[in-house]
């Protein structure tokens, strides 16, 4: 079956920017979606597509998606964006969806 | 305004059965395909079954295939997951979500969830 793979955790300084990685084999050829969970919150979704946001998503928070790993990229990283972000795809072959570990995003 | 809200869980012994249930409102149901997502307590999202807007289509994990059945009813505009066979390791939290029009894989609403315990 398919595997994403996120780091653990990443700290981040506030107003410096977070670079969050899940790697997958060809994840390029897949659409990539990401999702923030804060403490004891429901998932929200902040891109989706390898690229695109929802509506009401800041603008700091971008995507992409490459060869083998795709980017959660947060710019002027603020203490609200302290959480757990996670990775997702859609696997073809085997039909499932597929969710990377997560990564536990501090900001110092 | 858009909400999922989930039902139906507690405290069941191995073996046991439940049947979590998910109302919507907000949106035309009919229109999208669900899914149900868990989280063990402490770990990461756990993708566990899918069903498209018309009913006609439903996909498993492997560790619930067999186990768990997921079903719609678009008159009463609620989803349902019916847990049989229910082992330790299903103990989490159950989320309900809805799945997006524009990206159909990703889940673009989700519920508070609902807890369910083996024990």
């Known amino acids: 079956s398919y595997v994403l793979t996120q780091p653990p955790s990443l700290s981040v300084a506030p107003g410096m920017t977070a670079r969050i990685t899940c790697g997958g084999n060809n994840i390029g050829t897949k659409s990539v979606h990401w999702y923030q969970q804060g403490p004891g919150q429901a998932p929200v979704l902040v891109v989706y597509?390898?690229?695109d946001r929802p509506s009401g998503i800041s603008e700091r928070f971008s995507g992409s998606n490459s060869g083998n790993t795709a980017t959660l990229t947060i710019t002027r990283v603020e203490a609200g964006d302290e959480a757990d972000y996670y990775c997702?795809?859609?696997?073809?072959?085997?039909?499932?969806?597929?969710f990377g570990g997560g990564t536990k995003l501090t900001v110092l | 305004q858009v909400n999922v809200v989930e039902s139906g869980g507690g405290l069941v012994e191995p073996g046991g059965s439940l049947r979590l249930s998910c109302a919507v409102s907000?949106?035309?149901?009919?229109?999208?395909?669900m899914s149900w997502i868990r989280q063990a307590p402490g770990k990461g999202l756990e993708w566990i079954s899918y069903?498209?807007?018309?009913?006609?289509?439903?996909y498993y994990a492997d560790s619930v295939r067999g186990r768990f059945s997921i079903s719609r009813d678009n008159a009463k505009r609620s989803l349902s997951l019916q847990l049989s066979s229910l082992r330790v390791e299903d103990t989490a939290v159950y989320y309900c979500?809805?799945?997006?029009?524009?990206?159909?894989?990703?889940?673009?609403?989700w519920g508070q969830g609902t807890m369910v315990i083996v024990s």
């Open positions: 597509s390898d690229s």
């Open positions: 069903i498209t807007d018309s009913g006609s289509a439903k």
């Open positions: 907000g949106f035309i149901f009919s229109d999208y395909h």
């Open positions: 997702q795809v859609w696997d073809s072959s085997s039909e499932h969806r597929v």
């Open positions: 979500a809805r799945d997006s029009l524009t990206a159909g894989d990703a889940s673009d609403v």
